[in-house]
């Protein structure tokens, strides 16, 4: 194994772009329990390649081996330590571990921005590395920067990107939220500087996307987002506007006809809406999160339409298989009282 592991580390060594074999670099050191080693080829490979499923599961995997390894489970395990040991060990290592890895994630992003940087030199037109760059910009919170990557990629290439431009609309999207979170709750003025950014923020998405759907009339998927934004500002005839037409995309459909029916809802246009959640929910596959919310929102409607017993049949429907979802359990429990 130690030859191996030499073998490995000098191929990494000498390739620092080669992924492959950082990765199996990274699962020998995890298969020796050299957890320490693994995470920073890990954290490098996930800053590369940070939508690779089989990396976010290794991550899991390495996690578990840090609990097993550091927790002191494997030192419980060959009875060189108590419960009691690992316990006053682990709370004092907590609060170090967590400021350890932080600066060293940091550390390995801008390695990555610094390399990739010197590549770009050499490949100005590289598209595929300026959103690399800019999406470790974007990773390490420096917003602008990320913009500034995302809106080179659009200049190089001289085209327009609606994935790219979303991206550019998200990394200030994200600024915002960003500030909004720094505020601190104890100043006087708390209430009034989170309002303004929210405020900012909501007239920002609308605007942003808005461009968006003029410069892309047939997205139908950008015509979903500015519906989503507009439900949110409580703009609902705009939102309906918009969600009538992204219903047309299949992948969209259901989705945009539950907003669609909360929007009516919201107009007291109950028998209107009552029939675009039935509609969605003859469709609908399975019983997921979304079916379970349309079922409800359906039984609100008809509530309010007078439909008591219509009402209760599809709060029973998710009683029978989610007892704790919202006030169904008490809605169905009063009923049943009810009839004595």
Known sequence: PQTAVFSLEILVKNSPN?????????????????????????????????????????????????MLVEGGYEALADGTKSYRDILRDKDGAVALEQETRQVK??????????????RLQVEPDNLKLIRSIGDLHLQRKDFDRAVEYYQNILKVSGISDPGVERAISDAMTRKLDLASSQ????????????????????????????????????????????GQHYFNAGKIGEAIQEFQKSQNNPS????????LGQCFARRNMNDIAA??????????????????????LLGCVLEKMGKKEEAIEQLKQIYEVDIGYKDVAAKVDAYYSAQG
Do not use: H, W
Not at 49 to 66: E, G, H, I, V
Not at 279 to 290: M, P, R, S
């Open 105 to 118: 994630n940091e550390e390995v992003l801008l390695r990555l921005i610094q390399d990739n940087e010197a």
């Open 252 to 259: 969209k459909k259901i989705t945009s006809q539950n907003y």
């Open 18 to 66: 080669d992924m492959d074999a950082a990765e199996q670099l990274a699962r020998v050191y995890l298969s020796l329990g050299q957890v320490n080693k693994a995470e920073e080829l890990y954290n490098q490979l996930v800053a590369a390649r940070p939508n690779d499923p089989n990396l976010a599961q290794a991550m899991k995997n390495l996690a578990a081996k840090r």
């Open 183 to 226: 505020l601190d709750p104890q100043a006087p003025d708390f209430a009034e500087q989170k309002a303004r950014i929210k405020a900012e923020r909501d007239q920002f998405v609308i605007e942003e996307c808005r461009r968006r759907v003029e410069r892309y009339p047939n997205d139908l998927l950008i015509r979903f987002e500015l």
């Open 275 to 296: 029939r675009t959640f039935q509609n969605a929910l003859k469709e609908k596959v399975g019983f997921d999160e979304e079916k379970k919310e349309m079922i409800y």
